[in-house]
């Protein structure tokens, strides 16, 4: 009964709690067990919340059966939030040592909206260090490893989140995205993960990396689920000065058009420079096959050039140390956390020095590094300013790109899962990882990552990329709908229902 209720998806526990089949509670107990069994070996979880969700769980059951209208159509389903979004009161880390045993005194815009939609946290997700990485292993707490084979990487930055939507650890999770790492673990976890347009989703109470970049998102394992979810947690907020106002764009709707009337009629550009060098033979393999099934679904499939994307990178790895330097001033040992070498008689200067030495990992110190150069006087315009040149050249790419089709398509990732240590020591291996999705990032558009089968030479989950132009997220998703249906309907699942790396902990 509780293994069952872990395999079914959000949409479905949603409608199996409105109609009183079961209990939040249950639905949540079950979790939490599943989290109990497994979590030993995946770690995806850096605090699980035990009391606080079945708490909330009883609550949304004590409104079901007072007749309460629902709080919201996902109404006491669980879910796993990223330990960079801030919840009152419930440890947040970043995944960082110099924030260990800090407590935030405010919920995330986007922590209100879960909670107030009826949606029960079952606690933090583990992450690189400040959302800094491809493969969790940047986390000072340890890594988490991908429920298909527990010796590879679950992506990253949030590996934390897509391994627990993998290991049915939960149905929903909260992600964010600044170079990739909401699409990159969904890729290499076979997850959905969806990055909104730019401005789409809160950045309150999300402690920054990149701000020009950070958008959190939606995760889950099926479309519908990332759209429901997507919908709970759209919209403008006055609390964040980047975010649009718009209405929250009618994702599950263009679900179901996908999913009754496919892709016919519809033009899908793929871009000639994502997919060649660099990329795993069995992801390009896997991609073709994704191309083939859009085309027989009646899609007209065109190529489109977008030459500046090489560049991408290198800008990326420019914008994001700057910022990042900067956001990550805050941690000065007298704020938040971590306070080493306080004995009376340090100055303030030493014990800064003292607690961000001993609180930052090496790739958090790099990037901060890096950043302080490229913004120092007589640099600003040779880093910083060209890099900004080249983001501008990449969102004029796209935009001559919609002119041709109305989304794009790629690989999400240029390899399946890697190994646990493979590229940990080789920082430009790793940021290859983001080769195909830093330009979405760059130009501010919306896109995600959906299952699109098993690589062949790796036997590991291959991710399909599509991206919509700004504010476009209706037809990506519709996109994203209409491809899982078709494979859906040749393969019968995209998450298998057993996973052999956890069989013997499964219950
Ligand atoms: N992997 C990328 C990086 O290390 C992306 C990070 C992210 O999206 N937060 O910067």
Redesign the pocket.
């Known amino acids: 009964m509780s293994a069952d209720l872990t395999r079914r998806s959000a949409a479905e526990l949603a409608s199996a709690i409105a109609s009183r089949e079961v209990s939040a509670v249950e639905v949540t107990r079950a979790h939490l067990d599943r989290i109990g069994a497994v979590d030993p070996d995946v770690h995806a979880f850096l605090h699980v919340s035990d009391e606080l969700a079945l708490a909330q769980a009883a609550e949304v059951d004590r409104a079901f059966d007072a007749g309460e209208q629902s709080a919201s159509p996902l109404a006491g389903v669980p879910l796993a939030l990223k330990d960079i979004v801030v919840q009152k009161g419930v440890p947040t880390t970043a995944g960082s040592k110099i924030l260990e045993g800090w407590l935030p005194p405010y919920d995330a815009t986007i922590t209100r909206k879960l909670l107030d939609a009826g949606i029960v946290i079952l606690g933090k997700t583990n992450m690189?260090e400040f959302?800094?990485?491809?493969s969790t292993e940047?986390s000072a707490y340890g890594p988490t490893r991908n429920p298909w084979d527990l010796s590879k990487i679950p992506g990253?930055?949030?590996g934390g989140s897509s391994a627990a939507l993998a290991a049915f650890e939960a149905p929903l999770a909260i992600g964010?995205?600044?170079?990739?790492?909401?699409r990159?673990p969904a890729s290499v976890t076979g997850t959905v993960g969806a990055k909104p347009t730019y401005g789409g989703v809160s950045r309150y109470g999300v402690i920054a990396?990149?701000s020009s970049?950070?958008q959190p998102g939606p995760c889950a394992r099926t479309v519908l689920d990332t759209a429901m979810l997507h919908e709970v947690i759209a919209g403008h907020d006055p609390m964040d000065a980047t975010s649009i106002p718009q209405p929250v764009p009618n994702v599950v709707a263009a679900v179901r058009r996908g999913q009754a009337d496919g892709v016919a009629g519809m033009k899908i550009g793929v871009v000639k420079q994502l997919g060649g060098q660099g990329y795993q033979p069995g992801v390009l393999s896997s991609f073709r096959s994704a191309v083939e099934q859009l085309q027989a679904a009646g899609a007209e499939i065109v190529e489109v050039d977008c030459p500046h994307f090489e560049y991408g990178l290198a800008a990326?790895?420019l914008i994001?140390p700057s910022e990042c330097s900067s956001n990550l001033a805050r941690f000065d040992a007298m704020r938040y956390g971590l306070r080493i070498g306080d004995d009376g008689t340090a100055s303030a200067e030493q014990v800064m020095s003292l607690t961000r030495g001993a609180g930052f990992g090496a790739?958090v110190k790099r990037?901060i590094i890096l950043g302080t150069y490229a913004l120092s006087a007589g640099y600003y315009d040779a880093y910083y300013g060209s890099a900004q040149k080249v983001r501008t050249l990449i969102r004029q790419d796209f935009e001559k790109a919609y002119q041709q089709a109305d989304v794009l398509i790629s690989p999400a990732s240029p390899t399946t899962a890697f190994g646990i240590g493979e590229k940990v020591d080789d920082p430009m291996a790793?940021?290859l990882?983001?080769l195909a999705?830093?330009p979405g990032?760059l130009a501010g558009i919306p896109a995600m990552s959906v299952p699109s089968g098993i690589a062949a030479d790796t036997g590991l989950p291959v991710g399909l990329q599509i991206m919509g132009p700004a504010l476009g997220e209706e037809r990506m998703y519709r996109v994203a709908a209409a491809f899982e249906a078709g494979y859906l309907a040749e393969h019968g699942t995209t998450v298998p229902q057993q996973i052999p790396a956890l069989e013997g902990t499964a219950r």
């Open positions: 690189d959302a800094m990485g491809s940047n990253g930055s949030g964010t995205d600044t170079g990739g790492s909401i990159q990396l990149a970049l950070d990326y790895y994001l790739e990037r790793m940021y990882n983001d999705t830093i990032s």
